[in-house]
């Protein structure tokens, strides 16, 4: 019989861990055209002039409305909703009753009762879940990624980031980036269209969100691009928008910590036997026999500045005594050049090659994680890798335990899966080898526009 529930999925495996080594799902999907010109192109007007990133069909939105909604979200996340209400954002993370992070995604307050949470599927599912399941008068729309539903959307989402981001911004709307504070939201208009507009950077440049109805897509776009021509932006491709979370230090997707445990069983129960936890992969050098150790607390992540005491909230016990412990810290790897040319090199002649590189993005499944030794020992976890004309480098985000976290630190990744290979589809047999990489603590980007 086929499993209906994540549960029952998860009895027909020896360990979670084993059914997402070897799950055959492959990277994150962003289903837009992989370059309009070229990836290098596009990664460099980020840094350089700007871009235009089509985010309308790869993150699942999940509307929340109801005079519950700021409770449920209070109970829920570990952020503080002082404050919080219309036209206000934040990046919301929630956590499992042992302090470690289900999922994060950015939060729009629509109404004082009406939000929007919109990021990959993780997060929006246990809101969901709990707004269904709990004491809460809330109810929840979703609005599927195109790869879970018929292709339709509600709304388009457009970013437009970079030096030149507010010349082009002024010109389409007739507004100023600078009236609208950081982390707000503004209703404006583009190309005729009422719109809402997120004031948030990416790859540490300045920029908006717009989001508005979907059949209006053409002329918001024709008018940011109308616009855009006489301040050099290019449209972003899938290729290029797969680097940029990894040059501005974030981690596109911690591991949802609710394979285990009592306290997530009803959860997992709740879930489908084909969704977004049951169906991501695992992949990397870091293999352990307990999903556990692939389980990332907000310090991990870099969200330990978000995590509030002023409210009760799932998971706030365990955060109260994790908060004064060692943590890791989210840093960033640059990969030493000669030992990315052999693995590049490795593919030419006869013998066992290491693991294919993607360029720009070398990411083989969802969540790909590879061990960070210093001096033989495990110290951390190296995630994401990726090549950008902006830092002239291979380079990955990494965490890192806090004691080994100082820039200069000279540390190895393992590279590639053990025994050759995982049995996932997108895993060819190879060879494991070590690249030796440097921690800093800055982004390797150069914001000059010149590469080392």
């Known amino acids: 019989m086929q499993a209906a529930s994540l549960e029952e999925k998860l009895q027909g495996y020896e360990s979670p861990v084993e059914m997402l080594r070897n799950a055959p799902a492959g990277p994150y999907a962003f289903p837009v055209p992989a370059e309009f010109s070229n990836w290098r192109d596009e990664q460099r007007a980020w840094m350089e002039t700007a871009v235009l990133f089509d985010q309308s069909f ?32 934040k990046q919301l993370v929630a956590c499992s009753e042992d302090g470690y992070v289900i999922g994060d995604g950015v939060l729009f307050g629509l109404e004082d009762d009406r939000v929007c949470v919109v990021g990959r599927p993780a997060l ?36 437009v980031q970079g030096p030149n981001a507010a010349d082009v911004i002024a010109e ?82 911690p591991t949802p910590a609710i394979y285990s445990g009592e306290a997530t069983k ?29 389980y990332e607390t907000p310090w991990d992540l870099g969200y330990g500045r978000l995590v509030k005491f002023d409210h009760d909230f799932t998971g706030r016990d365990a955060l109260e005594r994790l908060a004064g412990a060692p943590h890791r810290r989210k840093v960033w790897l640059r990969w030493d050049r000669d030992a990315v040319l052999g693995v590049f090199a490795s593919m030419l002649g006869s013998g066992l090659p290491a693991k294919y590189m993607d360029l720009p993005a070398a990411h083989y499944a969802t969540l790909p994680l590879d061990s960070v030794l210093a001096g033989g020992d495990l110290v951390g976890l190296s995630t994401y890798p990726v ?11 990494a965490m890192v335990d806090e004691a080994r976290a100082e820039d200069g630190a000279e540390m190895t990744i393992v590279w590639g899966e053990p025994g050759g290979g995982s049995a996932k589809p997108v895993v060819e047999r190879h060879r494991q080898v070590e690249i030796p990489a440097v921690l800093s603590t800055a982004s390797p980007a150069r914001r000059d526009g010149c590469t080392a």
Request: no cysteine.
């Open 124 to 159: 929006g599912n246990w809101l969901q879940y709990r707004a269904e399941t709990g004491d809460y008068r809330v109810h929840a729309t979703r609005d599927e990624r195109v790869l879970d539903g018929d292709g339709r959307r509600l709304t388009f989402r457009f970013q």
């Open 387 to 397: 090549y950008t004309v902006n830092a002239g480098d291979w380079f990955s985000l």
């Open 58 to 89: 790869h993150m699942t939105d999940v509307y929340l409305e109801g005079p519950d909604v700021v409770r449920l979200l209070s109970d829920v996340a570990v952020n503080s909703f002082a404050g919080f209400g219309r036209n206000r954002a």
């Open 266 to 294: 009803p959860y997992r129960e709740w879930l489908s036997a084909d969704g977004w936890e049951a169906s991501l992969s695992l992949g990397g050098s870091f293999v352990s026999s307990e999903i556990e150790d692939y």
């Open 172 to 253: 389409a709307s007739g507004v100023r980036l600078s009236d609208i504070p950081f982390f707000n939201l503004a209703e404006i208009a583009v190309g005729g269209v009422r719109v809402r507009a997120l004031n948030h950077g990416m790859a540490r440049m300045p920029g908006l969100e717009l989001v508005g109805p979907a059949e209006e897509r053409d002329r918001v776009i024709d008018a940011l691009l109308a616009a855009g021509d006489r301040h050099a932006l290019k449209r972003g491709g899938a290729r290029a928008y797969s680097t940029v979370a990894i040059e501005s230090g974030w981690i596109p997707s």
